[in-house]
């Protein structure tokens, strides 16, 4: 069974532009989280969907942070403008529901903003 | 949030049983154990979760006081794969949250 599909792996880009960060959740499963993960404040939930609805953004750190889930099968993390602050490894999870069921984790986008 | 406190780190030797604590001692009556796992440069990874009764599945065991303010993750047998960091989280399961709150875990070596 295909697990959770995160794209690309490694992204390293300049200070100012845009990235684009894409999650394929398992198919069937209706929550989706975005989550970052630093040296310094370990793994931090940013966001997440259920069905498809962002539910809660409160972690999201700033406006130039944006999550879209445009299907069941999609949802996309954006940052515009990027800072070298934003460097880390962002992680998207998917479960079949919003409350106790086990969440299933991607293996991450490595993020190196120069 | 509740909050669950863990040591930093802990060893093993291969094939031998481990136990990992974890203490939660502000735990509500809803709140779910949750208990995930990190290998290096992976994501985490579900092992096993309770609320108030002894569970196992074919990963580990978790051994949940009778209290609830403690709780005890078990690797029958350590194998160098189960090195990881092992996190302890408390899951609120009376309000619609999907939430988990990941603290700073336990760091686990296995010795061959």
């Known amino acids: 069974d295909a697990g959770v599909i995160q794209s690309p792996r490694h992204e390293v880009t300049e200070m100012g532009q845009e990235v684009t960060l894409r999650c394929k959740p398992i198919?069937?499963?209706?929550?989706l989280f975005w989550y970052r993960q630093t040296m310094m404040r370990g793994l931090e939930l940013l966001i997440y969907?259920?069905?498809?609805?962002?539910?809660?953004d409160s972690g999201m750190p700033e406006d130039r942070f944006s999550a879209k889930m445009p299907n069941a099968s999609f949802s996309t993390l954006k940052i515009q403008p990027s800072e070298p602050r934003d460097s880390a490894v962002y992680f998207c999870?998917?479960?079949?529901?919003?409350?106790?069921?086990?969440?299933?984790f991607g293996d991450g986008t490595r993020l190196s903003i120069l | 949030d509740a909050k669950t406190t863990q040591p930093n780190s802990m060893e093993s030797n291969e094939e031998e049983p481990v136990h990992l604590p974890c203490n939660h001692s502000?735990?509500?009556?809803?709140?779910?154990i949750h208990w995930y796992r990190q290998l290096p440069s992976q994501g985490p990874e579900y092992v096993i979760h309770?609320?108030?009764s002894n569970v196992n599945n074919r990963m580990a065991s978790l051994a949940i006081a009778e209290d609830r303010k403690s709780s005890t993750l078990i690797l029958h047998r350590a194998t160098l794969r189960d090195a990881a960091v092992y996190y302890c989280?408390?899951?609120?399961?009376?309000?619609?949250?999907?939430?988990?709150?990941f603290g700073q875990g336990t760091t686990l070596q296995v010795k061959p």
């Open positions: 999870a998917s479960s079949l529901s919003w409350d106790n069921q086990p969440q299933h």
């Open positions: 989280i408390l899951r609120v399961g009376s309000s619609n949250t999907g939430k988990l709150i």
């Open positions: 198919s069937g499963h209706n929550s």
């Open positions: 309770g609320l108030t």
């Open positions: 502000t735990i509500s009556g809803t709140d779910y």
């Open positions: 969907f259920n069905n498809n609805v962002p539910i809660d």
